[in-house]
């Protein structure tokens, strides 16, 4: 009996019992994201959305913009409601950073924005990543790309690139276009929703307390 014949009949005597198919050595293990079980309003901002209907994203002003030297650019710092940005994507495991250039909102205030660029510090064989965001109402929102700003307010790029912090390995950096800064807003939301536990999401409590189990063996247990 050749391979395929035998993964058949593995799946359907499973499916013949109302099982799920049994992992084999092949199979594909997906990722998990594990979210901190405290201060998920507080990390993740779990009561705001993340986007609005005509594809605008929200950003929280986390540190408003400091009072800018001669020459110098207003810039806030912020972060996206409801997302994830991980190690592996050019996180930390908490919500995904957000530069707001132009905006003098103070902390607290909720920016709905146009998401234009996608800065990243490649440092010591790691990457961190922040979005541009340009708020909508603010002194860029007719623009629609990081170089026609900076074109019209040279020296913001190096700005973005010093709100990174200083390095003492060096550090290089790198500039994305907008169709690759939704894509990581996406999958950052994407993989806070993944992982997030609604009340919804979790098995009803029986009169003892305990999680209670499906009568046959078809049902779906929610969290198993």
Not at 200 to 213: I, Q
């Given at each position: 009996m050749n391979l395929m014949n035998r993964s058949s009949l593995r799946l359907v005597f499973a499916l013949g019992l109302g099982m799920a198919p049994l992992a084999h050595a092949a199979d594909p293990v997906p990722p998990s994201i594990q979210l901190p079980t405290k201060d998920l309003e507080k990390t993740f901002l779990v009561s705001l959305s993340p986007m609005n209907a005509d594809g605008t994203v929200n950003v929280?002003?986390?540190q408003p913009s400091a009072k800018a030297k001669k020459g110098g650019r207003a810039v806030a710092l912020g972060r996206i409601p409801r997302s994830f940005l991980g190690k592996d994507k050019g996180g930390s495991g908490q919500a995904l950073w957000a530069y707001l250039p132009g905006s003098a909102a103070p902390a607290g205030t909720l920016v709905r924005g146009r998401a234009l660029a996608l800065v990243t510090r490649s440092l010591a064989g790691k990457a961190e990543c922040r979005v541009v965001v340009v708020p909508m109402d603010g002194l860029y929102g007719p623009y629609t790309s990081l170089d026609q700003i900076e074109k019209a307010a040279p020296g913001l790029l190096a700005e973005l690139q010093a709100g990174f912090g200083p390095a003492k390995e060096g550090g290089t950096f790198s500039v994305q276009g907008r169709k690759e800064t939704l894509r990581l807003v996406g999958d950052a939301i994407s993989d806070f929703e993944g992982a997030f536990i609604k009340d919804?999401?979790?098995?009803?409590?029986?009169?003892?307390?305990?999680?209670?189990?499906y009568k046959w063996a078809g049902a779906r247990n929610i969290g198993e």
């Open positions: 929280l002003v986390d919804a999401d979790k098995r009803p409590l029986d009169k003892d307390g305990n999680p209670m189990l």
